[in-house]
């Protein structure tokens, strides 16, 4: 992994790389507040009209590095800029959040969701608060609830399930990943999240459904290495547990391809950019020698 | 650079076309007054415009963003951190306030409080004065 | 087919200023609604309905990825019979267009005033200005009937019905330049008189508009759903 220097950027890469990560949702906090303090900051109005997202998005990650001074910092240019804006109301709240007035901040959210009810965005930060102070029943409820209106929202799904996973409760963890699944049918994120909680699971069923999910996230994504190791694994899985001959015969050859398929990828790479390829190359070689001949 | 090739094709092209247009119109313009019927446009007019217009859509079609499939994974270049992660449920509860030296300010004066509740624990009125802060403090602790 | 020749004076001094002013007409139009339309307050009850006839769609369209178990177990959440979303949705008394409910009735005279007013306002003073002449011709033939409703203030017997006054070159670049404004304005804009049905399909919450019986959507999803065949596509 090759570690940018992010103070030493150029101010047009700086603002690209911010915009990247805005727009997906990354959450790589502290190099946020270094590109700001060192690259951006010097001349933020020549950012135009990105300037007010941008000042947003690294509040939010000042508050995440608990750098409470750029919080606020930012939290007063955009006061200045919009004095009565509820989403500047947000980020105060939010600034409560990090400084443990957690009663505090609840309230404003309670304030703003009876204000703007529609606005889906004050209700997750209310779950939110209950999650910080490590109330996870409380919040699973609380997002329950919330997306007995807001039905299809697949962020709010994705973190139940995740909540479901500390909780040990696969099954609903599964069944939320399957709401995910039907809002968004091309993201190879939760086939293979879902494969990886079917193949957990265990059971002939439940693998074979795996093996499945990861061939799809295999189809929609076919550079993705993990469904290449999930679909080796579960093929390996159902030829050791399956009484049927033909079934076993495929599912090791499958398994073999898989092999093929990984190691070419390995080959590829350079001992340099992975200093472990060599060993995992060995490893793979000797696993095709073993499933081969089964 | 490859953009100024394509950016200059697409201007000339259209700069091409424009003439076609106006020269089309000087034609019937030329026809009516020398009371010919207009039948069709002289072969250069025509074969300028579609040369033209071949031109402008290969010269745009370079200069217009990257093509994107037509099913597209917008997860296909992400880690499983960027993918999985959902920025509208962020909490602020990590190690970074372990490190940060207001958060330490903050947690000794936490302590300081909790230890004078300790010390007037004994009193009558000091248990009352804890049932009262211990409330508040478990709002603001939890 | 008679070959008149117009004077190029008509063209520039008539037919291009009939487009502009249309255009600018209908901007105009789509600003002093945004300022006078105040936002439509949506019920969460209303939401939650859009939601779930989205969800009902999603579960028809995608629930091929699902395993049998988990589609049927969320076809029978939504179709039940007494506990379903759906079947209870479709129960719920009806609330049909209310002419007697003050509010509602504001909103229609205003959206009905704002689209009726400037249209016939301009078209008569088109009328008055650019009369006495024809300003096109229509590039189709038209029966003698049109003659009277398309040639106003030219009386001529024996002209073509093909060329028409410019009152309704007015009429025709209103409805013409709908899609312009969809292009310049985004779309959601006031100009475009077609707009009046909500969309449905978007994401983020946009309800069902009340106005709308909502129980005929239910039921058309509740029957798409029992018809539907589960085949898992994996």
Redesign the interface.
């Given at each position: 992994m090759v570690e940018t220097d992010w103070t030493q950027v150029s101010y047009d890469e700086g603002r690209q790389t911010l915009k990247k990560w805005r727009e997906c949702g990354v959450r790589r906090s502290e190099e946020v507040v270094e590109i700001w303090e060192h690259v951006i900051s010097r001349s933020p109005s020549s950012l135009g009209d990105e300037e007010w997202a941008v000042v947003e998005q690294v509040c939010i990650a000042s508050l995440d590095s608990a750098r409470v001074d750029l919080a606020q910092e930012c939290i007063d240019l955009l006061h200045n800029q919009f004095p009565h804006s509820n989403r500047v109301l947000k980020l105060k709240a939010m600034q409560l959040e990090a400084t443990e007035h957690y009663q505090k901040a609840l309230e404003i959210y309670e304030r703003l969701v009876e204000e703007d009810p529609n606005n889906n965005s004050y209700r997750k930060r209310k779950v939110a608060v209950l999650l910080a102070q490590g109330k996870r029943l409380d919040a699973i409820r609380a997002i329950n609830d919330y997306l007995k209106i807001f039905l299809n929202d697949p962020e709010a799904w994705l973190q139940l399930s995740e909540l479901f996973l500390l909780e040990n409760d696969v099954p609903k963890a599964v069944h939320c990943l399957e709401e995910c699944v039907l809002i968004q049918p091309l993201n190879s994120m939760y086939f293979r999240r879902l494969a990886d909680l079917r193949y957990t699971q265990g059971g002939a069923d439940n693998v074979e459904l795996a093996r499945a999910y990861y061939e799809r996230a295999l189809k929609i994504n076919p550079t993705d290495l993990r469904s290449q190791y999930g679909i080796l694994l579960s093929n390996n899985q159902i030829a050791a547990s399956t009484k049927n001959a033909t079934e076993k015969k495929r599912a090791g050859l499958a398994a073999v391809d898989a092999i093929d398929n990984l190691v070419n990828r390995y080959q590829k790479i350079s001992p340099k950019s992975n200093p472990e390829s060599d060993g995992i190359l060995n490893c793979l070689e000797a696993m095709k020698v073993t499933i081969g001949s089964k | 650079m490859a953009s100024t090739i394509y950016r200059l094709i697409t201007i000339v092209s259209l700069l091409s076309l424009i003439h076609c247009a106006y020269s089309a119109a000087q034609h019937r313009f030329y026809l009516r007054l020398t009371e010919q019927p207009f039948v069709s446009l002289p072969a250069d007019v025509v074969a300028q415009t579609v040369i033209s217009l071949v031109a402008l859509i290969y010269g745009t079609s370079f200069l217009a963003n990257p093509f994107q499939y037509i099913?597209?994974?917008?997860?296909?270049d992400?880690t499983?951190?960027?993918?999985?992660?959902?920025?509208?449920?962020?909490?602020?509860?990590?190690r970074?306030?372990a490190?940060?030296p207001?958060?330490a300010m903050?947690r000794t004066l936490k302590q300081q409080q909790r230890l004078r509740q300790n010390s007037s624990r004994s009193t009558h009125s000091g248990r009352v004065s804890e049932a009262i802060h211990s409330s508040e403090s478990t709002?603001?602790?939890? | 087919m008679t070959d008149l020749l117009l004077d190029p004076a008509i063209r520039t001094w008539v037919f291009l200023p009939i487009v502009v002013i249309t255009f600018f007409i209908g901007i105009l139009r789509h600003y002093v609604s945004l300022l006078l339309m105040n936002k439509k307050k949506v019920e969460l009850e209303n939401i939650a309905d859009g939601q779930y006839l989205l969800r009902a769609r999603l579960l028809r369209e995608n629930g091929r990825f699902l395993p049998k178990t988990s589609f049927n177990a969320r076809r029978q959440y939504l179709c039940a019979e007494e506990t379903g979303y759906l079947s209870r949705a479709q129960q719920r008394p009806a609330k049909g267009p209310n002419p007697m409910d003050p509010s509602q009735m504001t909103e229609m005279l205003k959206g009905n005033m704002m689209n009726m007013i400037p249209m016939i306002v301009v078209g008569g003073w088109i009328n008055w200005t650019f009369s006495g002449f024809v300003t096109t011709r229509v590039p189709f033939p038209l029966t003698l009937k049109f003659k009277a409703m398309l040639q106003r203030g030219v009386d001529l017997v024996s002209l073509d019905s093909a060329w028409v006054s410019s009152a309704s070159w007015y009429f025709l670049c209103m409805f013409g330049l709908r899609s312009i404004y969809t292009l310049v304005l985004g779309s959601e804009n006031a100009a475009d008189q077609s707009k009046a049905m909500e969309d449905q399909m978007s994401m983020t919450g946009s309800a069902v508009n009340p106005q709308a019986d909502p129980r005929a959507a239910f039921k058309g999803e509740w029957e798409a759903l029992q018809m539907i065949q589960h085949q898992f596509a994996l």
């Open positions: - | 099913k597209k994974d917008q997860h296909h992400r499983c951190d960027e993918a999985l992660n959902c920025p509208s449920f962020i909490t602020f509860d990590n970074a306030k490190m940060s207001e958060f903050l709002d603001s602790q939890e | -």
